[in-house]
């Protein structure tokens, strides 16, 4: 029996074993995960075929926006009414918001169908709303309110009436034009480390090109004299697009993205900086104040907190795309971290940023969801198969999981200190931390490119000034007791540890964490399939094994756990969620998993332990012989 699960072709081989209770257990499970998988995960952009939309606009109904200008008080995010009146309403009319305004055909394919109505439609809207689940009464009366909460997207907005449901969408009304003051405005900044401890990048997304105006920032110590960092500038153009939704539907102008790089920081100090834009008549343009503490020398000995998850991806305010449930945690996982921003130093979100899929306009809605995290501490992110993947374009997996973006859209609008940002895995020091982060839509096998960094990224790190040693990638290449991995048989992506893991207890990595599967799942410290440490809280002594966690659940539809449990898995919830790491000294650290409904804390251990610990030799974890011998 073959399945096709989450992108994964997976055998199931069924033993008959005196009856049929294991065959028809196994088959309801399936069919319940599958159900479950297949009921969510699925861009909600993408249930709209709107290259198949005509127009067939109602004399008598309207659709209007209001208000006309948006950000009079320098605002980027702003709340639209839209009152709807349709004579003849129905429970599948929608409504969805396009940017730019005008709906533009000209990019459209050629018409070979005689029975296809002209003109029509070829780009999606950026979000949507069915009109009766907003209001029930909207059936019999064909009146209705709507709130939307736009963000300020280069481009002015307009809203479009249908009906005839997603996959056949029929035009009925066109609403008035709306804009922000000022379109093009520098928003929605993205902080990354740099190459050195002691740099700090600033990236962000505007509507001026090079041409129109010189992108810079300003930054300072609070109450010293302003210093201003030029800054270069990125863009790309549809041609760059690997394939559909990403080169057709789904297209809309990036924008222009920037990124300064601030050098020669004090450590742990905290910065004011904001955002310009020197126009060619000489005015500048600015964005509003925010502020960062820079890193701490590597080795310094103070408070550091790590926040880890994947797989978060945007959720909607005000309720768009309500019948989708797309990425149901997104926005508690969001708010919990803002909430606790000020117990926060750095980032890791190790892939499966956005779920665009090749919806680009979803790419700046991230960006403004985390502009509160992003825009204070380091937000490094790593690569996931809804970044990279499409056939023949050199990722390892030949999937269509990226919507045809394959990796332009996360290597440009975020920064990583990466020497080839097309090759996602980089190293990055903070204080007492290493953190060597792999990109599992390329080769990590022994012997390649990446495999080589990630043995140099751990074998360079002094445990004695970093004692916290972290691996990260968003496939599972350690430990996971998921349904479909459990299928595998193996609990791991196929070739995963088999490689990486000699590596991992030589230069006796603490912990390992992954993405992609949706939950959580902590092991404990294992090696080659067995547990070698029996306590469950506290580790203390000799690191004899690396601790593996999952903790993909930070807002995507959840997965499904094996009915098997491993004799490894220590803890596993299936929920939202996401993983803190305190650092109080160079021999203590807490680990904490949190739950994104409520921030309180559902799992947790300490490691307690001297230098001379990791460097004491265990199996495998120090060279069999030596010139002694």
């Not at 540890?497 to 939950?519: C, M, P, T």
Request: proline share 5%.
């Amino acid at each position: 029996m073959e399945v096709l699960y989450d992108g994964h072709s997976v055998v199931v081989f069924v033993f008959l074993r005196g009856s049929m209770i294991f065959l028809v257990s196994l088959l309801i499970n399936l069919s319940i995960a599958l159900a479950h998988f297949n009921g969510f995960g699925e861009q909600p952009l993408s249930k709209i075929a709107i290259h198949k939309a005509v127009v067939s606009l109602h004399t008598n109904a309207s659709i209007a926006a209001s208000p006309y200008l948006l950000g009079t008080k320098g605002e980027d995010t702003e709340w639209v009414t839209v009152n709807v009146y349709h004579p003849n309403p129905s429970a599948d009319d929608w409504v969805g918001v396009f940017s730019p305004a005008k709906f533009n055909s000209s990019m459209c394919p050629p018409i070979n169908d005689p029975r296809e109505v002209t003109p029509y439609i070829c780009s999606a809207p950026i979000k949507y709303k069915f009109v009766n689940y907003s209001n029930s009464m909207y059936t019999k009366t064909g009146k209705v309110s709507l709130k939307f909460r736009l963000i300020n997207q280069r481009a002015d907005f307009s809203f479009g009436l249908f009906s005839g449901g997603l996959l056949k969408p029929k035009l009925v009304s066109v609403s008035n034009f709306i804009s922000f003051v000022n379109p093009k405005a520098p928003l929605y900044p993205r902080l990354a480390q740099g190459k050195s401890w002691d740099e700090m990048t600033v990236t962000w997304t505007s509507g001026y090109g090079i041409y129109e105006a010189a992108p810079f920032v300003e930054w300072s110590i609070k109450g010293r004299n302003p210093l201003q960092s030029a800054a270069g500038t990125l863009t790309f153009g549809r041609n760059a697009m690997c394939g559909s939704p990403a080169s057709t539907v789904g297209w809309r102008d990036p924008g222009f993205i920037h990124t300064s790089f601030l050098k020669d920081l004090w450590p742990n100090t905290v910065y004011t900086y904001r955002l310009g834009h020197l126009l060619s008549n000489g005015s500048e343009i600015w964005s509003k104040q925010y502020s960062f503490k820079s890193s701490p020398y590597p080795g310094q000995d103070s408070l550091q907190r790590v926040v880890v998850f994947g797989d978060m991806g945007k959720g909607e305010r005000d309720g768009s795309n309500e019948y989708n449930d797309y990425q149901p945690g997104s926005l508690n996982t969001t708010d919990q971290l803002i909430k606790d921003l000020e117990n926060i130093d750095i980032v890791l979100h190790i892939g499966d940023i956005t779920y665009a899929n090749g919806y680009i306009s979803q790419w700046d809605q991230f960006t403004a969801q985390v502009e509160p995290i992003a825009s204070t501490v380091p937000y490094m992110i790593g690569s996931g198969n809804h970044e990279r993947d499409w056939p023949n374009t050199g990722s390892f997996y030949n999937t269509t999981d990226s919507g045809g973006e394959c990796g332009v859209l996360a290597q440009t609008m975020f920064y990583v200190p990466a020497e080839n940002r097309e090759k996602f895995w980089y190293k990055t020091d903070y204080g007492m931390f290493r953190f060597c982060i792999a990109d599992t839509e390329h080769d990590w096998r022994e012997g390649t490119e990446q495999y080589k960094f990630i043995e140099h990224c751990l074998a360079t790190v002094d445990r004695q000034k970093q004692p916290w040693l972290i691996f990260a990638a968003h496939r599972v290449l350690g430990y996971s007791s998921d349904f479909y991995y459990g299928l595998e048989g193996s609990f791991e992506e196929p070739m995963g540890r088999e490689s990486l893991q000699k590596l991992w207890q030589r230069y006796k990595v603490d912990i390992a964490f992954y993405g992609h599967v949706h939950n959580y799942e902590r092991t404990c410290p294992i090696y080659q399939n067995q547990c070698v440490n029996k306590e469950r809280s506290h580790y203390s002594g000799t690191v004899n094994g690396t601790i593996h966690v999952v903790v993909g659940g930070a807002g995507s539809h959840l997965s499904n756990f094996s009915q098997v449990t491993p004799k490894w898995s220590l803890y596993r919830d299936y929920d939202f969620g996401f993983v803190k790491l305190t650092a109080f000294n160079h021999s203590s650290l807490l680990f904490e998993y949190k739950k994104s409904s409520d921030g309180n804390v559902y799992d947790s251990f300490t490691i307690s332990r001297d230098y001379k610990d990791v460097l004491a030799c265990v199996h495998d974890g120090c060279e069999p012989t030596t010139l002694a011998t």
